[in-house]
């Protein structure tokens, strides 16, 4: 039980559709982010939401499109993806992403296995 | 810029032998340190941390770690390992005073052999 709750946990879409992930902390944490992981390659951060605000976002191309409504929950918006956004996507939390509270972990979910047909 | 080196793609150790995974690091400033284990179809999970102090850190399942300033180094290490520590292993490093900004190895596939 990681406290990061992640749905689903597989994906299967078309490059046409729309689909959501779905994350929900139970940590009390302030902070939460979404990051890539392809096979053979580091881990991408993708977006950081700091007290329900938008602190981060590392080129991602529009098609994917973040929302975080509270502190508990963040969601990840699919819109006409390419092959190579096939991977796993995490979610993760942490007390908060200011850089004098940043020596706590994050707390990561399970994540999505996304594969795009 | 931060970043994180870990030179070995995987690891093999005999069950019951000394195991270490090599991790060095960059950052402009002082860096709080972390390792982080991931087993299949899981997400990561926080084994350690360094932030100041003492230079070996202890953290969950026997694992510890050295951090070594002068080589920017931070392995981590375990006296005696076990077939179920077979997983994937990653550093990551954080500037004290930066962004905030985790930055990961690229992680390093540790096998247990019976």
């Known amino acids: 039980e990681t406290g990061v709750t992640q749905t689903p946990r597989h994906l299967v879409m078309g490059m046409t559709n729309k689909k959501s992930l779905k994350c929900e902390q139970h940590?009390?944490?302030?902070?939460m982010y979404w990051y890539k992981q392809s096979a053979k390659k580091p881990l991408e951060l993708m977006f950081v939401?700091?007290?329900?605000?938008?602190?981060e976002n590392n080129s991602v191309p529009s098609r994917f499109s973040p929302e975080c409504p509270n502190s508990s929950h963040l969601f990840l918006h699919l819109h006409t993806l390419q092959p190579e956004d096939s991977a796993l996507y995490l979610c993760?939390?942490?007390?908060?992403?200011?850089?004098?509270?940043?020596?706590?972990?994050?707390?990561f979910g399970d994540g999505t296995r996304l594969s795009i047909l | 810029a931060q970043s994180v080196a870990q030179p070995e793609d995987q690891v093999n150790v005999a069950e019951g032998n000394p195991l270490t995974v090599k991790c060095t690091y960059s950052?402009?400033?002082?860096?709080?340190l972390f390792w982080y284990v991931q087993y299949p179809n899981r997400g990561l999970q926080f084994l350690l941390k360094?932030?100041?102090?003492?230079?070996l850190v202890k953290g969950s399942y026997g694992f510890e770690a050295e951090f070594n300033k002068s080589q920017t180094s931070f392995h981590l290490k375990k006296p005696s390992a076990l077939v179920s520590d077979s997983a994937l292993y990653f550093c990551?490093?954080?500037?004290?005073f930066g962004s905030g900004t985790l930055t990961f190895g690229k992680g390093t596939m540790l096998l247990v052999s019976p």
């Open positions: 993760a939390s942490s007390q908060d992403h200011r850089t004098d509270r940043s020596n706590q972990p994050q707390h």
């Open positions: 940590l009390g944490h302030n902070a």
């Open positions: 939401y700091n007290f329900k605000e938008q602190t």
């Open positions: 950052v402009s400033g002082n860096p709080y």
């Open positions: 360094y932030i100041t102090g003492d230079n």
């Open positions: 990551a490093v954080r500037d004290r």
